[in-house]
Nanobody, 123 residues
Framework: QVQLVESGGGLVQPGGRLRLSCVLSGAALEFYAVGWFRQVPGKEREGVACISSTDGRTEYSESTKGRFTISRDNAQNTVYLQMNSLNAEDTAVYYC????????????????WGQGTQVTVFS
């Protein structure tokens, strides 16, 4: 059974940085594309970044491009999201999702989801 566990969230001041981790268990990460998504109460879940399973292609939302970097370590079954220059609008619960067929920053279609990790940017 495929499971995803996120970690690395927390409190950070504007301009700060955090690195989120997403560990996949129950399967080999190399076969999965992985996306990072975020959600605030009352709003739809939005895509942040994704990385393909085959050639490491990446895609970012307009709001995170240039500030966030997604990467993967198949040997560790882990995908990372390095978040720099954080601002208050980045405050949300961050989720990772994985799928063997899906690729993209739309949240629809990903089969496996983690429970999320809270990121709060405060001044």
């Amino acid at each position: 059974q495929v499971q995803l566990v996120e970690s690395g969230g927390g409190l950070v001041q504007p301009g700060g940085r955090l690195r989120l981790s997403c560990v996949l268990s129950g399967a080999a990460l190399e076969f999965y594309a992985v996306g990072w998504f975020r959600q605030v109460p009352g709003k739809e879940r939005e895509g942040v970044a994704c990385i393909s399973s085959t050639d490491g292609r990446t895609e970012y939302s307009e709001s995170t491009k240039g500030r966030f970097t997604i990467s993967r370590d198949n040997a560790q079954n882990t995908v990372y999201l390095q978040m720099n220059s954080l601002n208050a609008e980045d405050t949300a619960v961050y989720y990772c999702a994985a799928d063997t067929f899906m690729y993209g920053i739309s949240p629809y279609g990903y089969d496996y989801w983690g429970q999320g990790t809270q990121v709060t940017v405060f001044s």
